[in-house]
């Protein structure tokens, strides 16, 4: 789920105490990577990245600490955030000016 300011990712759950490996890169082979984590639930959230094609894959960690192998990269685009319509914020106080004006 990609939101105005963070990216969320999320899989399918294993057992009770597993825990996940999870890397994102912009190259296909994850040569380097944004983000190389593990963590407790089956769900990252992270900072925005940029407008671009990203990799993921998760793996899983057992409870006794056994690191299995990634499994199917998946990729996902980020689009161009949206634009900013703070503009829209200055429409009531230019409505009262003209109000107060043509008085």
Not at 23 to 42: H, I, N, R
Not at 51 to 62: D, M, S
Not at 66 to 86: A, C, F, H, K, M
Request: net charge positive; no cysteine; aromatic share 8%.
């Amino acid at each position: 789920q990609v939101q105005a300011r963070e990216l969320t990712l999320r899989w399918s759950a294993g057992l009770p105490g597993d825990r996940y490996g999870v890397q994102m890169s912009a190259d296909p082979g994850f040569a380097t990577t944004l983000v190389d984590t593990v963590v407790s639930e089956p769900t990252l959230t992270v900072p925005r990245p940029p407008r671009g094609r990203y990799h993921v894959r998760v793996r899983l960690v057992n409870a006794d600490g056994i690191e299995g192998p990634y499994g199917p990269t998946q990729t996902l685009d980020v689009p161009r955030p949206p634009r900013s319509r703070w503009w829209w914020l200055l429409l009531p106080a230019g409505a009262a000016g003209i109000i107060l004006v043509g008085r």
